[in-house]
């Protein structure tokens, strides 16, 4: 059974940093495709940014220039590093592993994000 375990939400003051982790414990991390998400209440669920399995990346617009997604293979990890947080970054992220061939999704559990003075 595939397990996806973000961590590193938590409460920030705007124009602040945090760095969201998300490990897949099972399965050849490498072939993954990986998605950060982020649901707002009242809001529908959005991709943020993604970062495929030859490391190519794309971002939404609303966080291009303020979040960076990487990932480490060999760490079975993939990383979201949030700059210049504001207000409407406010949300509980989820990580997604995506296999493009088989169509198939593992999801994690979500993690808030909180921004505010």
């Known amino acids: 059974q595939v397990q996806v375990v973000e961590s590193g939400g938590g409460l920030v003051q705007p124009g602040g940093s945090l760095r969201l982790s998300c490990t897949v414990t099972?399965?050849?991390?490498?072939?993954?495709?990986m998605r950060w998400y982020r649901q707002a209440p009242g809001k529908e669920r959005e991709l943020v940014a993604e970062?495929?399995?030859?490391?190519?990346?794309t971002y939404a617009d609303s966080v291009t220039g303020r979040f960076a997604i990487s990932r480490d293979n060999p760490k079975n990890t993939v990383y979201l590093q949030m700059d210049s947080l504001k207000p409407e970054d406010t949300a509980v992220y989820y990580c997604n592993a995506h296999i493009v061939i088989t169509n198939t999704n593992y999801w994690g559990q979500g993690t808030q994000v909180t921004v505010s003075s």
């Open positions: 099972t399965g050849i991390f490498a072939i993954y495709d």
């Open positions: 970062i495929n399995n030859s490391a190519k990346t």
